[in-house]
């Protein structure tokens, strides 16, 4: 069989008619796949924000809690230190109170003598 250019255009035309229905029915499926990838991008591009956003407000609660901390922890540095010099003082004048109460013993022995 040998071709003529005729059908060889023939055929092609047939080829391009069968390409231009392809792509006027395929942008169609394709139409709705790209508007449920974008669909996908935008609630996919909410929720990192609301993610993001949410991060934010955690690391300043963290930061907040820090500072708390570093606050409660340098009162009772200071209650301890408060606490300890009162207890120096308290033993400090019970011996006071001991030895006098000792020498008052003592020199009461040594008028009943």
């Given at each position: 069989?040998?071709?003529?250019?005729?059908?060889?255009?023939?055929?092609?035309?047939?080829?391009?008619?069968?390409l231009v229905?392809?792509?006027?029915?395929?942008?169609?499926?394709?139409?709705?796949?790209?508007?449920r990838?974008?669909l996908?991008?935008?609630?996919?591009?909410?929720?990192?924000?609301?993610?993001?956003?949410?991060?934010a407000?955690?690391?300043?609660?963290?930061?907040?809690?820090?500072?708390?901390?570093?606050?409660?922890?340098?009162?009772?540095?200071?209650?301890?230190?408060?606490?300890?010099?009162?207890?120096?003082?308290?033993?400090?004048?019970?011996?006071?109170?001991?030895?006098?109460?000792?020498?008052?013993?003592q020199?009461?022995?040594?008028?009943?003598?």
């Open positions: 069989m040998h071709r003529t250019p005729q059908s060889g255009l023939r055929l092609g035309g047939w080829g391009a008619l069968v229905a392809a792509i006027a029915l395929l942008p169609g499926c394709y139409a709705k796949r790209f508007k990838l974008d996908s991008l935008a609630v996919l591009s909410e929720r990192a924000d609301s993610l993001a956003a949410e991060q407000r955690t690391r300043a609660e963290l930061a907040e809690t820090r500072a708390q901390v570093t606050s409660h922890e340098q009162t009772m540095r200071s209650l301890r230190a408060g606490t300890q010099t009162s207890s120096e003082e308290l033993i400090g004048r019970i011996e006071q109170l001991e030895s006098r109460l000792e020498d008052q013993s020199q009461l022995n040594d008028l009943a003598g």
